[in-house]
């Protein structure tokens, strides 16, 4: 989509038939790991070859602490423990800390695990929706990811492909504009990788200052699902919410975390950041790299902080 473009909309009837078009069902029609299953012995074996310089890289970024226009609950993260004035007393002491976040806020880099979105009163895999935590257990729940992400990671930097530093809130990047830029950067997705979409959000908060990113942002068209689905992508991740805002689906605010972590069973990654990254892809002239993913081992979960690491 040209800078500028209109995003074309998707009625009811059209985002339904993209929803079973790109429809993952489980073996058996049990609930599973989703398509982290697509990540095999055999395909993580070859992603540990993408690490040939020993460099590695930070996809996180700092935990927000303030309040902002895009996070009004911020994380909140104090030090304990030293006992003001009695440090050169000579007892020992230790420094402690005190954490805790909203996880999926919208400025805070973090996993959506399969039991997040709630659609049409199911989970990922026609699963019934029973409260926080799905009905048979806890396959759809943070615990599916309990022994982390490994894979072969895979970089799209769209604002290089259109020329700009960053998508404006609003922009939406099409299923076309991926393939462009795997062209632009001669690389390929393929089945089981992590694929990671820059539209710039970082850097554009950055140097303009946070916004209120719930009602404006850019991020996937849902016609990206059949780019995600075709190349069996097995996680995704962006430095914004993935979904663009506002949404042009009728009646779906957030259509690609429907179409990916419902209907495909993708775990997403939120407000990620690829400012470090960009860098030393373009010095090593490659944009695929080992991803190591490791979310926290919390029983029962949406989702989680997590900080990614890209080793190239």
């Known amino acids: 989509m040209a800078p500028g473009q209109e995003p074309w909309p998707l009625d009811a009837e059209g985002f339904r038939a993209l929803y079973d078009r790109v429809r993952r069902t489980p073996a058996d029609g049990a609930a599973s790991r989703g398509a982290l299953d697509l990540i095999t012995p055999e395909r993580l074996v070859l992603a540990a070859r993408e690490v040939r310089s020993g460099r590695h890289v930070s996809l996180a970024a ?23 004035g009695a440090i050169d007393s000579g ?42 935590v799905p009905r048979g257990g806890e396959v759809l729940t943070l615990d599916a990811a309990r022994n982390g992400i490994v894979g072969r990671g895979v970089l799209l930097d769209i604002p290089r492909l259109r020329g700009v530093r960053w998508l404006e ?45 719930a ?37 779906v605010d957030f259509p690609v975390h429907v179409l ?4 495909m069973g993708v775990h997403l990654l939120d407000y990620l950041q690829f400012e470090d990254l960009v860098p030393v892809c373009e010095e090593l002239g490659r944009w695929s790299f080992l991803c190591v993913i490791a979310p926290l081992r919390l029983r029962h979960a949406t989702g989680s902080p997590i900080n990614p690491i890209a080793v190239l």
């Open 62 to 84: 700092p935990v927000h602490t303030g309040v902002a226009p895009d996070d009004p609950e911020p994380a909140r993260h104090r030090m304990t423990g030293v006992v003001a």
């Open 169 to 213: 809130p609003g922009d939406q990047v099409t299923a076309d504009e991926l393939a462009a830029a795997e062209a632009a950067q001669g690389v390929r997705v393929g089945a089981g990788d992590l694929l990671f979409v820059r539209v710039g959000h970082r850097r554009r908060r950055s140097e303009l200052g946070p916004w209120e990113t």
């Open 215 to 251: 009602v404006a942002r850019a991020g996937l068209h849902p016609g990206a699902a059949d780019f995600l689905a075709e190349r069996q992508v097995a996680v995704l991740g962006g430095d914004g919410n993935n979904d663009a805002a506002p949404s042009t689906t009728e009646g």
């Open 260 to 263: 990916a972590i419902h209907a």
């Open 91 to 132: 007892a020992l002491q230790f420094a402690r800390d005190r954490f805790g976040m909203d996880v999926h806020s919208d400025v805070n880099s973090h996993l959506d695990a399969l039991c997040h979105v709630v659609y049409h009163g199911t989970l990922f895999g026609d699963v019934a929706a029973a409260g926080p």
